[in-house]
Structures are given as structure tokens and as C-alpha cells.
Nanobody, 124 residues
Framework: QVQLVESGGGLVQAGSSLTLSCTTS????????VAWFRQAPGKEREFVGC????????KTADSVKGRFTISRDTNKNTLTLQMDSLKPEDTAVYYC?????????????????WGQGTQVTVSS
């Protein structure tokens, strides 16, 4: 029922910005806890940020705090990740995820719905 589709990935230089979008369908984003995760080659999937359903709670990982901003647009049912001051270590496949629980989750297995990912590559 719930589908998520990421877009906006690409190849950029270090220090630049990139905006990722995740369009949700099948359920209002207002009633989804939505999140961004990323997975770099040879590494475990890493929590990036999330917004609880209703938008009451927003969390971002320490590794991206101050550089990445997560937001949602309930009118468009979209989740956005604004990435600034990108570093080569940010290179990864970025995934959006959703869950019908009202509780914020930071572990990947706590989310039920996933997009297919979008590649972000940051060159030095």
C-alpha cells in the first residue's frame, strides 16, 4: 500500500549541496514516521534523520548535524533531505523509509516501508 520513491541523487564535488526528495503514496505522510538512511560501500546502513508522524519530533544523526536538514511537505506527501557542505564520506546510497508507528526510530529494521535508494557520490 505504502510506496516511497527517492530522487535527486548524483555526482557532486566536496563542499557543494544536493537535495534529495522522497515521494510517498498510499498513505498521508502526516500519519507516517519518515526517515532517511544511507549505506556506503562495505558499511552498515546508517541513520541520517527522521520526522515523527505529525511532525512533532525531528532527529538527525550526529555525523550530519549542522549540514543536513530533514523536512516534509504534507501537501505534496514528500520528504526532503537538504545536504550542504558535502564530504566524500557522505558518498552512499540514500534511502527513504517510513513506518506507521508514531514513535521515532533510528534503526533500519524498525521501518516497514523503503524506497529503492538513490546514489550520492561526492568527489574530493
Amino acid at each position: 500500500q505504502v510506496q516511497l520513491v527517492e530522487s535527486g541523487g548524483g555526482l557532486v564535488q566536496a563542499g557543494s549541496s544536493l537535495t534529495l526528495s522522497c515521494t510517498t503514496s498510499g498513505r498521508s505522510i502526516y500519519t507516517l514516521t519518515v526517515a532517511w538512511f544511507r549505506q556506503a560501500p562495505g558499511k552498515e546502513r546508517e541513520f541520517v534523520g527522521c520526522i515523527s508522524w505529525g511532525g512533532g519530533v525531528t532527529k538527525t544523526a550526529d555525523s550530519v548535524k549542522g549540514r543536513f536538514t530533514i523536512s516534509r511537505d504534507t501537501n505534496k506527501n514528500t520528504l526532503t533531505l537538504q545536504m550542504d557542505s558535502l564530504k566524500p564520506e557522505d558518498t552512499a546510497v540514500y534511502y527513504c523509509a517510513g513506518d506507521t508507528s508514531a514513535v521515532v526510530h533510528t534503526l533500519d529494521f524498525q521501518y516497514d516501508y523503503w524506497g529503492q535508494g538513490t546514489q550520492v557520490t561526492v568527489s574530493s
